[in-house]
């Protein structure tokens, strides 16, 4: 099972401010996302857990794997229950 | 590596709804055109960018047969009607719904000025559809010329309020884009609301919807004129028996909007009351500028 992003989103990264914002059916609410948060999310796609996830960030952007990975859980959390994220039903 | 949800600014709502409700759209499967603001073509925004465009709500057409699906559907992802299609307008052409988080939305079945059946229209402009992208959604949109009419005829009713959408659609057309306007025009059976748009409106002054275009596109605010339009735009027994009605009728949704609850009696009896103050002197006022 990995994630990927829910079907019924909508997002855009409107210039200037560095913010993204993200919206799903099944959320009902805008969420504002940085550029960090933004990262994760885009990390996530394909992922099966979040240590594969902090595992991907840490080696692309260079940070610690074990510094980011309890807020990247927590983060991942949240975003399933905004309904920006989701798990795709094919078992890897 | 924080993020929040609040102060988000109202186009981006505008730009996300656009995406959400193709996705509502889509689940329930309904056609939808998305017109103005975020969605028209870059040719006819100020500036060749349709983020310039500012808007403060959703404008979707929808094809006639489909809405009772779409708005079934929204209201139960808690969008609430603030006016319905018959007290909306003078064209009973929209409802408007809200949602608490995401603003508004205003939900068409007929675009104003197309003398074609709704769903007739509707096709018309379905077969020569495009796609924008908005909010990394494909969203479907009329096509560039259909978009020139929509948006002419909206200036038009709207008392030439967005005259930038004048120039970009007429007034900054060349030649050929003037005449694929024209021969649209006529396929869409548009020729008067057309002719009010870019001024030609006194060519078609025997036909029955002349002074209703007339009222809108002078931005009269004289409810007289328009009632009177309307009356003479009406088609048959049926249609002349609605406007009576709605010159009569207070719309109760407007009223609870005004009195910010479910209206009393008394309410009722006031509003009826002030309604008949405004038609006798919009009447005074018409009968001195004969």
Redesign the interface.
Known sequence: MSWRRA??????D?DGNGMS???S?RG???????E??LL?WRAAEGMSDATSVAAGLAGQYGWDQAE?LD??TA?LA?LVEAGLLERSGVSE | MTWQSTDVPLQVRVELTHGYLQHVADEVGADVLHVKGKSVHPLLSEAGDPRNRLSVDVDVLVRPAHVGRLVARLEELQWQRVTGFAEGSAFGHAMNLRHHHLGLLDLHRRWPGFGLPPATAFDRLWEHRETQEIAHVSCPVPSLTDQRIVLLLHFARTGSERQADFVTSWVNAGPADRSAVRRRVGQLDAEVSFAAAVDELDEFRDRPDYVLWRHFSEGSVNRWDEWHGRWSAARGIREKGAVARGFLAVNPDLLREKVGGEPTRADYLRAYADRLVTAVGNLRQGVRRR
């Open positions: 079907a019924d989103v909508s997002w855009c409107p914002y993200a919206l059916v009902g609410i805008v969420f504002a996302m940085t960090t948060a994760i980011i807020e990247v983060f949240q």
